[in-house]
């Protein structure tokens, strides 16, 4: 079983003592419809500063393949960055990615990765990293509500953002 955390947010008593034994680690994803591009953002926080942060941009279809793209990098940089008996929280505004963790892979395993309907899962191969990066030692994914003043969240979502946008000005120079 993955370990999601569903729980209210800590007290500043609680976040000082986890935060030497925990490395924070936000991921969003964003995404434009009408043009199919969409973006992800990736921040470490460290001491309510950030430490680490990565962007990217690309042609796709959904959001949902950002929000898991977003959480696959974010959770590969951490791995690296991780220190011995350091726990990795991947905090994410994505409400599908936490059912995902809680029985929605599953699912999709047993229906050999097609919906009801028959139509193949969306995403496949992210939901499999995603899915092989939490069952990892030490990696606990937490929701969090988006665009309600959480720090890291604010930053993951500029930068999804800020990736779109640079993305756009690439396409219009060409």
Same mark, same amino acid.
């Given at each position: 079983m993955n370990p999601v955390i569903n729980q209210p947010q800590n007290t500043p008593k609680d976040d000082a003592q !986890?935060? /030497?034994?925990?490395l924070e680690v936000f991921s969003d994803g964003g995404y434009l419809s009408k043009l199919n591009i969409g973006g992800w953002g990736v921040a470490i926080i460290e001491n309510n500063q950030s430490t680490y942060t990565n962007l990217g941009a690309c042609r796709?279809?959904?959001? +949902?393949?950002?929000?898991?793209?977003? /959480?696959?990098? &974010? +959770?590969?940089? &951490?791995?690296?960055?991780?220190?011995?008996?350091?726990t990795i929280l991947l905090h994410t505004d994505s409400r599908i990615l936490i059912e995902g963790l809680e029985?929605?892979?599953?699912?999709y395993k047993q229906?050999? @990765?097609?919906?009801?309907?028959? !139509?193949?899962?969306?995403?496949? /191969?992210? @939901?499999? !990293?995603?899915?092989?990066?939490t069952l990892q030692p030490n990696v606990q994914v937490k929701w969090v509500k988006g665009h309600n003043? $959480?720090?890291? $969240?604010?930053?993951?979502d500029q930068?999804? !953002?800020?990736?779109?946008?640079?993305?756009l000005k690439e396409l219009h120079h060409h």
């Open positions: !986890r935060s /030497a034994s925990t796709t279809q959904s959001s +949902l393949e950002m929000e898991l793209l977003a /959480a696959v990098k &974010a +959770l590969e940089v &951490a791995k690296n960055s991780q220190k011995p008996n350091q029985g929605k892979i599953e699912r229906q050999g @990765w097609l919906h009801l309907s028959g !139509r193949p899962v969306e995403s496949r /191969a992210l @939901w499999e !990293r995603f899915e092989c990066l003043g $959480n720090l890291g $969240n604010q930053m993951a930068l999804a !953002r800020q990736a779109i946008e640079s993305y």
